[in-house]
């Protein structure tokens, strides 16, 4: 059987080789020569290829899969700054002008602790005022009475001998004293110690100022006493305007003792 795997040279007239018939192209043959075997090479090379490329396409997916979620996180940024946009706050403003806005602070808790101060005044006022006769006395401790007195002085009877110039005299003190508290109350919204005394001294002083714009005196219906002694009769302003004094004293003297550990910080 003639062997047709092997290839034969090509001879001349007189029997004599003079070369060879070229080679196959390996896509045509259907052997296991070389040929093949080197195209199986190159093509695994290029399956190689294929999956390098497929593997890079794999990163980029990956790559475009992460922009998404990096545009979430500025699409939240966004959001963010859209908001506050919208609400128009600016976190430096505060700072750079010393002043807290009043919209955006806890200044009405003062304000409403100073009202309800003045509510609790006025109310006791008008009751005693109504249900007593000036002068008369209601017997409840032994060393402490209800009773009926109108001052035109100061706090605790202050100046109370007054021919009348007092009254307008403590009505201006009053109101410029309530000027500059709600001045000191929006610079010091965020020290509450500090704060409540202030709001203390305000009710009290505007509980009074109605009286003697009101009036022309203040009601008085607290009166201590201890057998033949007795303190000035007062009322509940003047009650919150001492307690308002006592806790300034208190707050100055903490912030004394912070200075003193800390001195940096004053």
């Known amino acids: 059987m003639p062997d047709i795997g092997k290839q034969r040279p090509l001879r001349d007239s007189t029997g004599k080789a ?8 390996a896509s045509t043959a259907h052997g296991t020569g070389a040929p093949v075997r080197s195209g199986q090479h190159e093509g695994t090379g290029s ?19 992460s922009g998404p979620r990096a545009g979430t996180v ?37 304000l409403v602790l100073a009202a309800l ?11 005693f005022d109504g249900n ?20 035109t002085g100061a706090a605790f009877s202050f100046l109370a001998d007054g021919h009348g110039w007092q009254r307008w005299f403590f009505t201006a003190i009053a109101i410029g004293a309530v000027g500059l508290i709600l001045h000191l109350l929006r610079r010091s919204v965020g020290e509450p110690l500090f704060c409540t005394a202030l709001a203390c001294i305000l009710g009290g002083a505007v509980g009074n100022v109605i009286d003697r ?4 005196h203040v009601i008085d219906f607290l009166l201590f006493y201890w057998n033949t002694w007795f303190f000035p ?23 004394m003792r912070r200075q003193r550990r800390n001195p ?3």
């Not at 390098?52 to 997916?61: E, I, L, M, P, R």
């Not at 959001?79 to 009043?102: F, M, R």
């Not at 714009?213 to 022309?216: A, E, L, S, T, V």
């Not at 009322?235 to 912030?255: F, K, P, Q, Y």
């Open 74 to 110: 500025a699409g939240a940024s966004v959001s963010a700054a859209q908001h506050e946009g919208k609400a128009g706050i600016s976190p430096a403003a505060p700072e750079a002008t010393g002043v807290v806005p009043l919209g955006t602070n806890r200044l009405w808790r003062w």
């Open 233 to 255: 009769a007062f009322n509940i302003a003047d009650v919150s305007i001492t307690i308002g004094a006592i806790l300034l004293v208190l707050d100055e003297l903490l912030r």
């Open 117 to 127: 101060i003045v509510l609790l005044d006025q109310v006791t006022k008008i009751w």
């Open 264 to 266: 940096s910080k004053g």
């Open 213 to 216: 714009i009101q009036h022309g």
């Open 18 to 25: 003079v070369g060879t018939p070229p080679s196959r192209p």
């Open 132 to 151: 007593l006769q000036f002068g008369e006395r209601w017997h409840i401790l032994p060393f402490f009475d209800f009773t009926l007195l109108y001052n």
């Open 47 to 65: 399956g190689a290829s294929i999956n390098a490329a497929q593997h890079t396409g794999t990163s980029a997916g990956a790559s475009v899969k």
